[in-house]
């Protein structure tokens, strides 16, 4: 009888980091802390791709006001492929030729089977990073590990509208930040 081997899932991070920030974290570290933020977030098994934008004040505020109707710097975008939420804003009516009001065809994609499923995109404003840990008298590194994590816990379809959600959601923060953070502290 064969014994059955255990595979690792796939989690597929892409990282983008808009010029010209120079955030003293490398690219290995913020894979690192995706990872750990995926490891948080989804069931032992579930396997994932995601992709992190860091980027400008200008940015964040253009796709705020776009999907979620607020004219404003955040510090933290995230856009999940599988839970709708709030970001998505108002919503807009579509009208077809004729001026009737459109039916939406909302079915599910259809992946190829070797593609890893997407979870979404985290998008995080590195000013407003800056000026965050700035204010907590905190380390870049910290605040962006937080933000990093708090905006993959939303892909997964956590929330803080409600109390108990806030728990919940600070509690898996504080998990992954505690394993990141010592784990760098152990690594050179």
């Known amino acids: 009888m064969l014994a059955s081997v255990s595979r690792a899932p796939i989690r597929e991070i892409d990282i983008i980091i808009d010029p010209p920030f120079d955030i003293d974290a490398s690219e290995d570290w913020l894979?690192?802390?995706?990872?750990?933020?995926?490891?948080?977030?989804?069931?032992?098994?579930?396997?994932?791709?995601?992709?992190?934008l860091l980027t400008?004040?200008?940015?964040?505020?253009d796709l705020n006001r776009k999907y979620r109707g607020l004219d404003e710097v955040t510090d933290v975008l995230s856009f999940s492929a599988e839970f709708s939420g709030h970001w998505e804003g108002p919503g807009e009516t579509q009208v077809n030729a004729q001026g009737e009001e459109a039916v939406s065809?909302?079915?599910?994609?259809?992946?190829?089977?070797?593609?890893?499923?997407?979870?979404?995109?985290?998008?995080?404003?590195?000013?407003?990073?800056?000026?965050?840990?700035?204010?907590?008298?905190?380390?870049?590194k910290q605040e962006l590990a937080l933000l990093m994590v708090h905006g993959v816990l939303h892909l997964v379809g956590?929330?803080?509208?409600?109390?108990?959600?806030?728990?919940l959601m600070q509690s898996r923060e504080r998990l992954a930040l505690q394993h990141i953070f010592q784990l760098n502290a152990v690594s050179p």
Do not use: W, Y
């Open 56 to 61: 400008d004040d200008d940015a964040v505020r």
């Open 158 to 167: 956590h929330d803080h509208l409600e109390t108990q959600d806030t728990e």
């Open 105 to 140: 065809d909302n079915f599910p994609f259809i992946m190829p089977p070797d593609q890893v499923p997407p979870l979404g995109e985290v998008i995080v404003s590195c000013p407003q990073a800056q000026r965050q840990s700035s204010e907590k008298g905190d380390e870049l």
């Open 31 to 52: 894979n690192m802390v995706m990872q750990h933020a995926l490891r948080v977030a989804l069931a032992g098994d579930k396997a994932g791709q995601v992709s992190l």
